[in-house]
């Protein structure tokens, strides 16, 4: 079945973890929500006093839980102002929209052993495979990587996961060349957190001589703001502001615009878009080194114009 | 009569190695050195002996060579070797398509996948041909036509290939005109 219309929900309740992150959770308003494969993020509708944001969070609810969602938020700094409207404004009881789940991080059905490599907040897809895992009797490790303030928190919610994990905090802490440098036929490697985690991990599996099919890599939340820019849509001729905190995509559904996306985090190349005229600066994990170069698609959820203005034919 | 427009069949392209890997094995069913695409650094070669020469072989000249009596032998010793293989290894596979795919299945039983795998036909075109209708495996058939050792029934060999079984389909070639059988050409040399 594909879901396309949103799910309406409302705020269930809001867990402080710590004093960056927050657990939300969420109840269907009318019967109960859809399964989500392991791995699965949704679709945030968060509707400010000023602006709309539309982000995309890991679930952290195993796959069959369909009475409520869950999600962890960190309150980002140099955030685009999503995670601090869900960090100070939200509270239980809000209406909110949720897109249908989607996954594009999903267990190798193929791998007999799993390398799961969390760094940070990027553990929250592993905590809806670990249920998976364990109920098929899979082998699997878990590593995540954090600093020291942080690694109770994680290891609190390993365990209310199953446990079974590693712990590598700043002082301490294995490299992963050394987790991937002897692992048996058919291992598969996933990870997700900061880039230079991600960079790592794929860099240590191809030199112990890795198929890139064994190598999984979910990379959200990359949406940084920017210089600001403008972008005009050929087929209407309308111009359209980007501002600093908004991503391209932001600001052509605030324009009213329908743009199609899905993950949000330059992963899926959905909402990539034919590029006219100006230059761009490529922020996706989609596009080929050739299509980089060729400069004539954008990913709208990510990258920005290196220009003043975009023609984009919309 | 040889195509019949089954289009299914695998392709196997010339070996090459595969830069990408750190450890290389390469098997053959035949007695052949390896390709020499694929000696550009360090490689295990394994090969098999022609039954004229059992009691007569010489030991292997090169390092990481190894001969076996038969492709029998050599298959059991791969399983052996792949359930303690290590991430990293690359598989190169020369033979007959029966033998190409039974490498294929042993080592997809130990965790290699299709980028790790690299198979290329060579020598005899005879295949093994399963019966349909008893699943008994017919070995070394090189005509269009063959008496089903298990069931004696007349197969058609279809161009049908099992990548699971390492082996074409055989079906009953009179079962609407019993008895009305062709004459088997000599197809698969």
């Known amino acids: 079945m594909i879901l396309d219309a949103p799910l309406t929900a409302r705020v269930a309740g809001i867990d402080p973890l710590s004093p960056t992150l927050k657990r939300v959770r969420f109840v269907p308003e009318r019967g109960r929500f859809p399964t989500a494969a392991p791995g699965a993020h949704i679709l945030v509708t968060l509707r400010g006093p000023e602006r709309i944001w539309k982000n995309a969070y890991s679930l952290v609810t195993p796959p069959e839980q369909r009475d409520s969602y869950a999600i962890i938020v960190r309150r980002v700094e140099a955030s685009r102002g999503g995670s601090h409207f869900l960090h100070d404004h939200l509270k239980p009881g809000d209406p909110v929209e949720i897109g249908p789940p989607t996954s594009l991080f999903p267990i190798a059905s193929l791998a007999r052993r799993h390398i799961l490599i969390g760094g940070g907040i990027g553990l929250t897809p592993f905590l809806s495979y670990l249920p998976v895992l364990r109920a098929r009797g899979a082998a699997f490790e878990l590593h995540q990587y954090c600093t020291d303030d942080e690694s109770e928190v994680f290891a609190g919610l390993l365990a209310e996961a199953g446990g079974m994990a590693m712990i590598h905090g700043r002082t301490n802490r294995r490299s992963v060349a050394g987790i991937l440098a002897d692992q048996p036929l058919g291992t598969h490697v996933y990870t997700c957190g900061p880039e230079r985690l991600m960079a790592a991990v794929e860099a240590a599996a191809f030199a112990a001589g890795w198929p890139s099919g064994a190598i999984h890599k979910e990379s959200f939340g990359s949406a940084e703001g920017g210089a600001p820019f403008t972008v005009t849509l050929a087929r209407s001729g309308r111009t359209v502001p980007v501002s600093e905190s908004q991503s391209l995509l932001e600001a052509l559904e605030t324009a009213g615009v329908e743009a199609p996306c899905l993950c949000r985090g330059g992963a899926c190349g959905v909402c990539l878009t034919r590029v006219i005229d100006g230059a761009i600066e490529h922020r996706d994990h989609v596009l080929t080194e050739e299509e980089r170069a060729g400069g004539r698609l954008i990913a709208t959820c990510v990258s920005r114009a290196r220009s003043d203005a975009l023609v984009l034919d919309l | ?189």
């Not at chain 2, 099992?162 to 074409?168: D, E, G, I, P, Y």
Request: some cysteine.
């Open chain 2, 1 to 189: 009569m040889t195509d019949q427009g089954i289009k299914s069949r695998p392709i196997y392209a010339a070996l090459r190695r595969d830069p990408s890997g750190r450890r290389h094995l390469y098997v053959s069913a035949g007695a052949e050195p390896p390709p020499p695409a694929l000696c550009d650094g360090p490689l295990e070669g394994w090969s098999v002996g022609p039954p004229t020469a059992e009691g007569t072989r010489t030991p292997p000249e090169r390092e990481g060579e190894r001969r076996f009596r038969s492709a029998s032998q050599l298959k059991a010793t791969l399983a052996r070797r792949l359930a303690t293989e290590r991430m990293g290894l690359r598989l190169y596979a020369e033979g007959p398509e029966d033998f190409l795919w039974d490498v294929f299945g042993i080592a997809q039983e130990h965790g290699l996948g299709r980028q790790e795998v690299f198979l290329k036909q060579a020598g005899t075109l005879a295949r093994r041909v399963q019966c349909v209708h008893c699943k008994t495996l017919n070995e070394g058939v090189s005509t269009t036509i063959v008496r089903c050792a298990g069931c004696g029934a007349n197969l058609f060999v279809r161009d049908h290939f099992s990548r699971r079984l390492s082996a074409f389909q055989g079906v009953k070639v009179d079962a609407e005109q019993p008895g009305d059988v062709p004459p088997a050409e000599r197809a698969y040399p």
